[in-house]
């Protein structure tokens, strides 16, 4: 499926910002939709997930509490609410889908969660988030 994310900018430090990820011509029903990120110079990060079976959200520490994953009522679009953003949120975001019920959840060592990129194989082009002080 080709995913498309939209709804970055410049927004100032402790601001929010929606970003949206649709598939045109496809609902997302019937997919899990994750978000991830990659600032400049650093490897892509997982961000959120929603189970497609049942809803569940899934977040790492680094954005738990302050960012809210959703579907539309019509599940043909998927959403990232994010809010109190900060410098190190910059970053180009990346919707993504997989076909599985639910979220591929690692807790790793230090009990944090995360998800590999290896998990998804439809992606979208991403959409710039600068946070400014």
């Known amino acids: 499926v080709q995913l498309q994310a939209s709804g970055g900018g410049l927004v100032q430090a402790g601001g929010s910002l929606r970003l949206t990820c649709a598939a045109p011509g496809v609902t997302l029903e019937y997919y899990n939709i994750a978000w991830f990120r990659q600032a400049p110079g650093k490897e892509r990060e997982w961000v959120s997930c929603i189970n497609r079976s049942d809803g569940r959200t899934y977040y790492p520490n680094s954005v738990k509490g302050r960012f809210t994953i959703s579907r539309s009522n019509s599940r043909e679009t998927a959403y990232l609410q994010m809010a109190d953003l900060k410098l190190e949120d910059t970053a180009v975001y990346y919707c993504?889908?997989?076909?599985?019920?639910?979220?591929?959840?690692?807790?790793?060592?230090?009990?944090?969660?995360?998800?590999?990129?290896?998990?998804?194989?439809?992606w979208g082009r991403g959409t710039q988030v600068t946070v400014s002080s």
């Open positions: 993504a889908a997989d076909k599985g019920a639910l979220c591929k959840v690692l807790i790793t060592p230090d009990l944090n969660l995360d998800i590999r990129q290896e998990e998804y194989d439809s």
